[in-house]
């Protein structure tokens, strides 16, 4: 059975936000972990690339990984890319549309750091990296109503489409929260591949449109981050994580049934 570790990056920086600092990496640690990759036979594609690979039954790299940003950080052009560009890697970047530097009207949500500019992404985009949709403003998409989740989506995937001029086949949900109506949505919106998180190694026999990705944050040492790459004592390693998520999916089940009997009042 096919299985690949997805990571999840979201800043790479040594002065972190507030908001940004509990997902935040420092940037000789990021380097590390990258030199670790490409130093152990790991070979980097794009999400798209791995989901396309796996529906057409494709052979892949005997190390394959995916490096995947969330959001948009401005980080990821002055630290990480570099990093990315000089080692040979690729990776992808799923963007906000709304929180873009220099979004002007289309400005939506509140970003909790610097973020890019639309020149960057096209930018990046030049650099082969993955550009990818994480909605417009960031909200929970699972706990908005079915006219504000389809506006997110088809905003986002359409700003981006403008703003790079290539399509934008696969998305991350912001938070890693996602249902089946959220799903099926994605789906209708024209995705073709979906990222939650779960912090567990991705398999060919997962949902396209669920493939778990593996949190890395401040607290992920490079031995915790072999392991995690090499597929060694995952539980372990997640355990705080999956502890968090498992106690809030459920609160956000009792909110999400409260409204709909609410609704239904």
Known sequence: ????????????????????????????????????????????LAFGELTAALDAGAELPER???ITFDDGYADFHEIALPVLDRLGLRCTLFVTSGWVRDAGPQAAGRPLDR?????????????????????????????????????????????????????????????????????????????????????????????RLAVPRLTVGRDITLARFRRAVEDRGMPLIYLKYRAFTGGYAVVRRTRSALRGVATRQ
């Open 115 to 207: 973020t890019l500019s639309w020149s960057q992404i096209r930018e990046a985009a030049g650099h082969g990296v993955e550009i990818a949709g994480h909605s417009h403003s960031h909200p929970q998409l699972d706990q908005i109503p079915d006219r504000e989740l389809r506006e997110e989506l088809l905003r986002n995937k359409a700003l981006l489409e403008e703003r790079i001029d290539r399509p934008v086949r696969t998305m991350a949900y912001p938070y890693g929260y996602s249902s089946a109506r959220v799903r099926r949505a994605v789906r209708e919106t024209g995705y073709q591949a979906a990222c939650a998180v779960n912090n567990a190694v991705a398999a060919g026999r997962h949902d």
């Open 1 to 44: 059975m096919t299985r690949v570790p997805i990571l999840m990056y979201h800043s790479v920086t040594d002065r972190p936000t507030p908001g940004t600092r509990p997902h935040a990496v420092r940037p000789a640690g990021f380097a590390e972990q990258m030199a670790y990759l490409r130093d152990h036979g790991f070979t980097a």
């Open 64 to 66: 394959p990984v995916v």
